[in-house]
T-cell receptor, first 114, second 112 residues
Framework: QKEVEQDPGPLSVPEGAIVSLNCTYSNSAFQYFMWYRQYSRKGPELLMY????GNKEDGRFTAQVDKSSKYISLFIRDSQPSDSATYLC??????????????FGKGTLLTVNP | EADIYQTPRYLVIGTGKKITLECSQT?????MYWYQQDPGMELHLIHYSYGVNSTEKGDLSSESTVSRIRTEHFPLTLESARPSHTSQYLC???????????FGPGTRLTVT
């Protein structure tokens, strides 16, 4: 079993839809969580990060973490064609030492149709 | 926006050639990373560095080598390129105490 599972999609939605992207994980040591957006032929761009269970909102984006279920989500409200990209979840342990390595999901390809 | 640069952006090279992929950051980050990314696959960590003169191999076995002589510079070298090295190579960095990593634009390498 992979440490991080992410449905690769592809996911196609109409403009204005609410998008839900999800990852599950098996390693209970993971304590911090990130979402990256990657446009075609570009590097990943950090969208959101959080260290605690619950919701964190930034504009049209909401990151949700449920540590008890080992499940994280990214919601995109009022989706726009410019949101069309691959979305990667990433997470890592808060070991307190120098181990800051991240484990990534495979990414979900999202297309928002005008 | 993160100030991390990679050159070249695209490279097509023949088998057996030696290549160096450049990565530089101007943020003073002490930690730097190299990832390999293939279509539809996770990013795999191939090398990382927690500071000058510190380099470690990552989780994915790689025939490449890295050096960290200056804080801002973390080049990756392939002594003899093979078609199996065809991939996208991503460089990232962050500060001590910070978990989120900032990525460069990537180098897409094709070995013929």
């Amino acid at each position: 079993q992979k440490e991080v599972e992410q449905d690769p999609g592809p996911l196609s939605v109409p403009e204005g839809a609410i998008v839900s992207l999800n990852c599950t994980y098996s390693n209970s040591a993971f304590q911090y969580f990130m979402w990256y957006r990657q446009y075609s032929r570009k590097g990943p761009e950090l969208l959101m990060y959080t260290y605690s269970s619950g919701n964190k909102e930034d504009g049209r984006f909401t990151a949700q973490v449920d540590k008890s279920s080992k499940y994280i989500s990214l919601f995109i409200r009022d989706s726009q064609p410019s949101d069309s990209a691959t979305y990667l979840c990433a997470m890592g342990p808060n070991s307190g030492g120098s181990n800051y390595k991240l484990t990534f999901g495979k990414g979900t390809l999202l297309t928002v149709n005008p | 926006e993160a100030d991390i640069y990679q050159t070249p952006r695209y490279l097509v090279i023949g088998t057996g050639k030696k290549i160096t992929l450049e990565c530089s950051q101007t943020m003073g980050h002490d930690k730097m990373y190299w990832y390999q990314q293939d279509p539809g696959m996770e990013l795999h960590l191939i090398h990382y560095s927690y500071g000058v003169n510190s380099t470690e191999k990552g989780d994915l076995s790689s025939e490449s080598t890295v050096s960290r002589i200056r804080t801002e510079h973390f080049p990756l070298t392939l002594e003899s390129a093979r078609p199996s090295h065809t991939s996208q190579y991503l460089c990232a960095s962050n500060r001590q105490g910070i978990h989120e990593q900032y990525f460069g634009p990537g180098t897409r390498l094709t070995v013929t």
